[in-house]
């Protein structure tokens, strides 16, 4: 303590206390990450790359090494994240709008593009992990097209999630691939996304 390091482009600084004479080896930890590529350090935790941009973390708890389960099952901490100039791929808010008003409408929506992705230029929110489970009820993403606010949960166990979310448009989604919504701008969308972390679903 403290413990230092440079990865992913950003700083770290952490403090972080094993204790040993037990058999559940609880770790306690108070860790910071400032200025990082998030999509790497995700990568590298999960196995999973869904999300890129410049992330500042915090997380302060504790879990237990030696569990008989999965040590992430006995989680508990409080965290905070804020993500600038990023994406989230694999889910395409917008066209998945799009895909709803033209069902609506009476249309054949346009197929789905290869690699959707939702671009942002913040995403901030804070979580409490009770457990291995995390839930957080302050979402909120902010682009040139869209404004998401919400709330959720997410196990870290089985890597699913269940997020209840609101969006708003508050730009024209022309030269984005699809038809204006210009009817819908500023009128909340209730949006809900749940499955697993690799194949979420959006309705």
């Known amino acids: 303590h403290p413990l230092t390091a440079e990865f992913s482009e950003g700083a770290y600084q952490g ?3 094993i ?3 037990t058999t559940a080896r609880p770790v306690r930890f108070d860790e910071s990450l400032t200025g990082a590529q998030i999509g790497p350090v995700i990568a590298a935790l999960s196995g999973i790359q ?10 302060t708890g504790q879990m237990a090494l030696g569990a008989d389960s999965s040590p992430v099952t006995t989680l508990n901490a409080e965290t905070q994240f804020a ?5 989230i791929r694999g889910i395409n808010i917008a066209r998945s709008i799009r895909r709803a008003l033209a069902r609506l409408e009476g249309e054949s929506p346009a197929p789905e593009a290869d690699t959707p992705s939702t671009d942002f230029t913040s995403l901030s929110g804070s979580a409490t992990i009770r457990d291995g ?3 957080t009820e302050d979402i ?3 682009s ?36 204006e919504l210009d009817a819908l ?3 909340p969308i209730p949006l809900r996304i749940t499955g697993s972390w690799t194949a979420p679903r959006i309705s």
């Open 15 to 17: 403090d972080v206390e």
């Open 83 to 87: 993500i600038r100039d990023g994406a």
């Open 133 to 135: 489970v995390a839930r």
């Open 144 to 179: 040139p097209l869209l404004r998401v606010r919400g709330r959720g949960g997410s196990n870290l166990a089985a890597q699913t999630l269940d997020l209840a979310l609101r969006v708003s448009i508050v730009d024209s989604l022309e030269g984005q691939g699809g038809t």
């Open 140 to 142: 909120a993403l902010d």
């Open 19 to 21: 204790d040993t004479a």
């Open 185 to 187: 701008k500023d009128v």
């Open 50 to 59: 869904r999300l890129t941009g410049e992330a500042n973390l915090s997380a």
